[in-house]
């Protein structure tokens, strides 16, 4: 028995692979690297390189390995890019996932949990965002994202699949000293790059509707993604009842201005960050309930912001030691 997880060698997916391991659910992992790497993956995983618009590599991996689910975290996550990508990120994203439900039917795999994301919500405005809150996405990334969730949907009534949708904000941290996020457009990266290069971080825009006129937005730590992943994997492969999507939300969020505070506590550089113009279309706030994600996947801020800074700080550091 194990669990396929499509996008297994990126930031994220590497984790939800660690995940799987610690709770004996053998982990498979599916990864055209990209955008993920190849050392990101456990000794001892199976690793398949392909893509999953190989309709027929995804079958034949989830058949050879006896998969009972996938865990479908791979897709193009760039939303700012696929502004001007919209084409490669549907191919990607809504192309993929309907090649991964085509595969599945035709081994006779029925389980699965699809990452999505906040980007489904755009910009709302409401206090807090909960699972119920209107979808209008921004982006093409934020529309690939509901359109996957949108299959799941459709598949689900038309066939026995089972099937459920995390919906998570600003992934950060790292739960494993050889895995950290690579992403060029993320702010933890950003941040750690500016620090190792001798340059200033930026803060774009501090006149916002905030306390400290910082955006405040959701951050939470890549293992408990993680965990929340294999409870939904689990509570699905038991037949226990679940919702339709979770957010993994924090309920309170952060603004860029503690990151940035935390970020020059937690790795010992001083420095007094740099304020930019604000990015066209940024909101004052985005926070989510994970009240959902509570009751049924045990989902719990476990990670204060400056564990957050730390664990992504010293992943980076060991990468170039």
């Not at 979808?135 to 359109?147: H, M, V």
């Not at 929340?228 to 309920?251: F, I, W």
């Not at 990151?259 to 937690?266: C, P, W």
Request: no cysteine; charged share 20%.
């Amino acid at each position: 028995m194990s669990w396929l997880v499509t996008g297994g060698a990126g930031y994220i997916g590497a984790h939800v692979v660690r995940a799987l391991a610690a709770a004996d659910l053998s982990p498979v992992v599916l990864d055209d690297l990209s955008s993920g790497h190849a050392s990101f993956v456990p000794e001892g995983v199976p690793f398949v390189e392909g893509s999953i618009l190989d309709t027929a590599l995804v079958e034949q991996t989830l058949r050879e390995h006896g998969a009972v689910g996938v865990i479908h975290v791979a897709g193009y996550k760039y939303a700012g890019v696929s502004v001007q990508r919209p084409l490669h990120t549907y191919a990607q994203n809504v192309e993929g996932t309907r090649s991964v439900l085509e595969a599945m039917v035709a081994a006779g795999v029925a389980t699965i949990v699809f990452s999505s994301s906040a980007a489904v919500y755009g910009t709302p405005d409401v206090a807090l965002v909960t699972e119920g809150t209107p979808k209008a996405p921004a982006s093409p990334y934020g529309e690939s994202k509901l359109i996957g969730e949108w299959l799941l949907r459709d598949q689900g009534i038309a066939t026995s699949l089972r099937h459920t949708s995390l919906r998570y904000f600003n992934v950060v941290g790292s739960g494993d000293p050889g895995v950290f996020d690579t992403s060029p457009h993320n702010l933890f990266p950003l941040v750690f790059e500016a620090l190792l290069e001798g340059r200033t971080p930026r803060i774009n825009g501090d006149d916002y509707d905030t306390p400290d006129g910082t955006n405040v937005r959701d951050y939470v730590h890549v293992a408990d993604i993680a965990l929340a992943h294999v409870a939904a994997a689990l509570r699905l492969d038991n037949g226990q009842p679940v919702e339709a999507a979770y957010n993994l939300g924090s309920g309170d969020g952060l603004s860029v201005r503690q990151i940035m505070d935390a970020m020059a506590r937690v790795t010992g550089v001083d420095f007094t960050p740099e304020i930019a113009a604000r990015r066209p279309g940024d909101p004052d706030r985005i926070v989510a309930s994970g009240e959902l994600a509570a009751r049924d996947l045990d989902w719990a801020m476990r990670w204060s912001v400056d564990d957050m800074v730390r664990t992504g700080w010293e992943a980076r550091r060991g990468a170039t030691a």
